[in-house]
């Protein structure tokens, strides 16, 4: 069997020309899919690669399964996702096609697993948020559990920050600002829109009964983070552990993501979240607030070229004693995503390559040793807490 086609969707965007510069530093020459051949094709010029272009509505299915072939692999990077992404993912999962994306919505990712019976009567692979949202936490968490052993019953991720040249990493602490100078507009708008949806968690309710997605607002709870002689606060966040942990430790009792990006407005983020939260129900007020948050200072500049990501997971016992840490350092959010999309893609090409048939987190689709490898290779590592500097 040939090497399986590679189809990039949103190439011409911020993150889809990144996925794009890193599969040709590999040798790829994928097909660029969306609405706009002009752009496309302007795009492989100015990149003097000779790409193949496919002009359809990715917002059709219809449009869609008439491209997708079942030994193709398929990466999205079109978002926002839940008002995009929905068409091109049931047309990878209906043609038997590979597919990773690019999604940091929670309620995208819940969507996308209820395709699972679909994807793998098909045979298709699907893992959503297979970038710095969310394949770090996923990882993170996979290692400490193991490390853990059977007494694990929650795990905790959070999500954070850093800057290189400032010092020790490892214990710089992130403020507001960095939120909005290290990020895109539209990663800001992503986040905004979160907000003014309904998130969830995962939770057993009692000893016996089973374990399950429960709703709730995001930012419901603060989980502090002690790292290299640091406190971090977090926001919890939907993401795709609370689907994907579960699948491979179905002990744990508990699941929470955590967003930590503001610093000391942490907690002042998580009482504005949960005042406006009402506000928020209709229509008419997400659309404003989204509306307004496309028009902050600074929507339309490339984030600093100093950022660097730090993911900590901590698996506890039943009591919520700590039982093992890990923590992950890696590159900025934008790279990161990149390169592991880009790792993706080609893993999945291979004809022989093991991935699990369904809609996965990115764990129980790679499996733990495969995903570190190629975590590792998109420069994500596990970070020695005993190296931190103290002050």
């Avoid at 009482?271 to 902050?296: D, F, I, K, N, Y």
């Amino acid at each position: 069997m040939d090497k399986r086609r590679i189809l990039l969707l949103g190439a011409t965007g911020y993150t889809g020309q990144r996925v794009l510069r890193e599969l040709l530093a590999r040798g790829e020459a994928p097909t660029l899919v969306g609405r706009n051949r002009t752009k496309m094709l302007a795009l492989a010029d100015r990149l003097e690669a000779d790409l193949p272009v496919a002009e359809v509505e990715v917002t059709s299915t219809a449009d869609l399964a008439r491209l997708l072939e079942p030994s193709d692999v398929v990466l999205s990077t079109v978002g926002p996702f839940m008002q995009l992404g929905m068409a091109t993912v049931t047309a990878a999962a209906q043609a038997g096609a590979h597919y990773l994306d690019s999604a940091g919505e929670g309620s995208f990712v819940r969507r996308v697993f209820e395709l699972d019976a679909v994807a793998a009567a098909r045979g298709a692979s699907v893992v959503p948020a297979f970038g710095y949202d969310y394949v770090p936490g996923n990882l993170a968490g996979a290692l400490a559990l193991t490390r853990a052993g059977e007494r694990a019953r929650r795990i905790e991720v959070g999500y954070f920050l850093t800057r290189s040249g400032h010092g020790d990493e490892l214990r710089y602490r992130s403020t507001l600002r960095d939120a909005f100078t290290l990020t895109t507009g539209g990663t800001r708008t992503t986040l905004v829109a979160s907000a003014a949806e309904d998130a969830f968690a995962y939770r057993r309710p009692r000893p016996g009964a089973p374990a399950r997605l429960v709703e709730e607002r995001t930012g419901k709870r603060v989980r502090t983070f002690s790292y290299a002689g640091m406190k971090r606060a977090a926001l919890t966040v939907a993401g795709s552990e609370h689907l994907g942990l579960p699948e491979v430790f179905p002990q744990l009792d508990s699941v929470d993501v955590c967003l930590g990006w503001f610093g000391r407005w942490t907690r002042p983020l998580r009482t504005t979240t949960a005042l406006t939260a009402p506000l928020l129900r209709s229509e008419t007020a997400r659309a404003a607030v989204t509306r307004l948050s496309q028009r902050l200072p600074g929507s339309h500049r490339e984030p600093d070229s100093d950022g660097r990501s730090l993911v900590i997971a901590v698996a506890r016992d039943d009591s919520g004693r700590p039982l093992a840490t890990t923590a992950l350092t890696g590159p900025d959010p934008y790279e990161l995503t990149a390169s592991l999309l880009a790792w993706g893609a080609v893993h999945a090409a291979v004809p022989d390559a093991a991935l699990t048939p369904g809609v996965h987190g990115p764990v129980a689709a790679f499996g733990l040793d495969t995903l570190s490898l190629g975590a590792a290779e998109a420069g994500l590592h596990q970070a020695d807490e005993s190296s931190a500097r103290r002050p």
